[in-house]
């Protein structure tokens, strides 16, 4: 079946750590997603990439990276920088980043920063 | 400015009744589109239903419909004969213009339907 997967689905870590959120999507979708959710509240925008070894920073980029080395990837590194990263993360593809295209979401992971 | 206010933060239906979600929405740009997603308590957000800024009709989608009035520059969602699986929050978001990746999503409405 085809469909956007994040592992893991929980994830804990101690304070200072870096940490790497994987997404893959086996849709063929051009344009990949991250974005996080803190309780009570919509999702903000990390960063998105349009094609492969390329990406743009969204609205709360600091404190996190990532890579597209390939067009069914798209991780999502927290860094130690990021001042509170404990949230609920989700990774979304969309066909082709064109302002009609739906986006659809993975599963998500839940990080907790200890 | 919030560019999507969702006003009700939670809503009680009763099961087979319909239910109207409210969103409001606020661009100077001509062009934009609009989602609705449903979040069950698993996390996953599920597409729902999508309305462009030019589009003549109503969007609708099995048991999902968008009042869509762009004098009030609102999109609701109504849901018919509402099911218990319909629990969940329900966001709306918005893209404006032509050429941007950018989502931007209120802050959701909780609705649990009750038998």
């Known amino acids: 079946d085809g469909g956007i997967t994040q592992s893991p689905k929980y994830l804990f870590r101690k304070e200072g750590q870096n940490v790497t959120l994987s997404c893959e999507q086996n849709?063929?979708?051009?344009?990949m997603y991250w974005y996080r959710q803190d309780p009570g509240q919509g999702l903000r925008l990390i960063y998105y990439?349009?094609?492969?070894?390329?990406?743009q920073k969204g609205d709360i980029a600091e404190g996190y990276s990532v890579s597209r080395e390939k067009k069914e990837s798209f991780p999502l590194t927290v860094t130690s920088a990021q001042k509170n990263p404990t949230a609920f993360y989700l990774c979304a593809s969309s066909p082709s980043g064109e302002s009609t295209d739906t986006q659809y979401f993975g599963p998500g992971t839940r990080l907790t920063v200890l | 400015a919030q560019k999507i206010t969702q006003t009700q933060p939670g809503m009680f239906v009763q099961e087979k009744e319909a239910v109207t979600l409210d969103c409001t929405y606020d661009?100077?740009?001509?062009?934009?589109?609009l989602f609705w997603y449903k979040q069950p308590s698993s996390g996953e957000m599920i597409f729902l239903i999508y309305q462009g800024s030019y589009d003549q009709q109503n969007a609708t989608e099995g048991r999902y419909s968008l009042n869509f009035q762009k004098a009030r520059k609102s999109a609701n969602l109504v849901i018919s004969a509402s099911q218990l699986g319909d629990s969940a929050m329900y966001f709306c978001?918005?893209?404006?213009?032509?050429?941007?990746?950018?989502?931007?999503f209120g802050t959701g409405t909780r609705l649990q339907v009750f038998p």
């Open positions: 990439s349009q094609i492969v070894n390329d990406f």
């Open positions: 849709l063929n979708h051009d344009a």
């Open positions: 661009t100077s740009d001509p062009s934009y589109g």
């Open positions: 978001a918005m893209r404006e213009g032509w050429n941007t990746d950018k989502l931007i």
